[in-house]
């Protein structure tokens, strides 16, 4: 054994500093602290203290589905956020497209993209006086609804749910159904999008715009590293109010956001900010989404994703433990195929489709075609679909 692997074994059990207990470092007796726990109804009344009249407050375990026992240390929504953070739909993010198939090393995901989301959210949230863990827990878990291939995935799926496949809807109703997260969770969740009504808590609201903020200036700057446009060609509408990098943008709209809502008493933007924060987002419509490129990648999704479900639907014993008693094949299907990151997604349709590789989305930087990735066979059990997490 090297003299590293001799070191790394000798931390096995730790180091005993008294009678009875351990301690992971070797002087870590030296780092006392007064032996009294702070309880989670002390840091209730704490938070209480610090948020402004209509922030949003943790009582107990919190309103759920399900009545639960509160945590003797966390607050409700603390509760929640760990949870999301535990959940298989969250992990799979990292392997869900946020604007590029197959991501390279630079390029967001969905699991980054909801990080940033919450960086945002959170920033706004403290500064304001809202509840911080409420915004977290929203932002993690926003687009746990999203499915393989980013939103065309929507257009793949609305087909085959009657009242359409709104990721938001579907993240708060189906992804994280199994959480039994509290009600101002859920409703965040399912109404961060603007086209859906409007949050039940200003912690939603914060949401909601951190969700803009971030994706705007996130995509733009994968757009401007995968060389698709250049920093110069930002309309000056947008580069004199909000500026040419992600971080000014961010900085800017942050701070507008945070001004603006203390002079109105209500979460807005000013009309400059917000003008260019619209002008950016339709500068991305134009030259990122709506290139020929996107529209192209966007279409392999719709076929490849609609082509999993239909077989599926036919075959929906090839999905290990799969209900023999489900009420509704076609709605559980979709639920198991928006589950799926990218690469497994269309790594299945290579393996059990025989999907030709020329009809697959390319990624900027991927060999089409490349085969590695495609299982031998489902692999995902059905238990694997929800969110499940016991924290």
Not at 38 to 58: C, N, P, S
Not at 194 to 211: C, H, L, N
Not at 212 to 220: E, G, I, N
Not at 356 to 372: N, Q, W
Request: glycine residues 8%; aromatic residues 6%; contains cysteine.
């Amino acid at each position: 054994m090297t003299d590293r692997r001799v070191e790394w074994a000798s931390t096995m059990r730790g180091n005993i500093e008294a009678e009875g207990v351990v301690v992971a470092h070797r002087d870590a007796a030296r780092l006392q602290i007064s032996p009294q726990s702070v309880t989670r109804e002390q840091r209730e009344l704490a938070e209480d203290l610090t948020m402004v009249t209509g922030a949003t407050r943790a009582v107990g375990a919190g309103t759920r589905a399900t009545a639960e026992v509160p945590d003797p240390f966390r607050t409700c929504f603390e509760r929640d956020r760990d949870r999301i953070l535990h959940a298989s739909a969250f992990r799979r993010l990292a392997g869900k497209t946020q604007v590029f198939v197959f991501p390279d090393d630079h390029q967001r995901t969905r699991l980054t993209h909801a990080l940033e989301v919450a960086q945002v959210a959170t920033s706004i949230s403290r500064a304001l006086g809202l509840n911080v863990a409420l915004t977290e827990a929203i932002a993690l878990g926003h687009d746990c609804g999203h499915g393989p291939g980013g939103h065309a995935s929507e257009d793949a799926f609305d087909l085959f749910i009657p009242e359409g496949y709104h990721h938001a809807v579907w993240g708060a109703d189906v992804a994280l159904a199994s959480l039994n997260l509290c009600v101002e969770t859920l409703d965040g969740i399912r109404n961060h999008s603007w086209s859906r009504p409007t949050p039940a808590t200003p912690e939603g609201e914060v949401v909601s715009w951190a969700d803009r903020f971030a994706y705007c200036a996130a995509d733009l700057d994968d757009a401007i590293c995968a060389r698709i446009v250049s920093p110069d060609d930002l309309p000056s509408s947008v580069a004199s109010v909000l500026g040419r990098s992600q971080s000014s943008q961010l900085r800017s709209l942050i701070t507008g956001l945070v001004a603006s809502t203390n002079d109105k008493g209500m979460i807005c933007l000013g009309t400059s900010q917000a003008e260019a924060l619209a002008d950016l987002r339709a500068f991305n419509y134009e030259r990122v989404y709506n290139r020929p490129d996107s529209v192209a990648q966007a279409g392999s999704v719709v076929e490849v994703l609609q082509a999993l479900v239909n077989f599926f639907v036919a075959e929906p014993d090839l999905i290990d433990g799969f209900p023999p008693d489900e009420p509704d094949v076609t709605r559980a299907v979709v639920s198991y195929v928006a589950g799926m990151t990218d690469r497994f997604a269309f790594g299945t349709a290579v393996a059990l489709l025989d999907w030709p590789l020329d009809r697959l989305p390319v990624g900027i930087d991927s060999p089409r075609g490349a085969p590695s990735w495609a299982p031998p066979a489902v692999q995902r059990t059905w238990t694997d679909v929800g969110g499940h997490a016991s924290t």
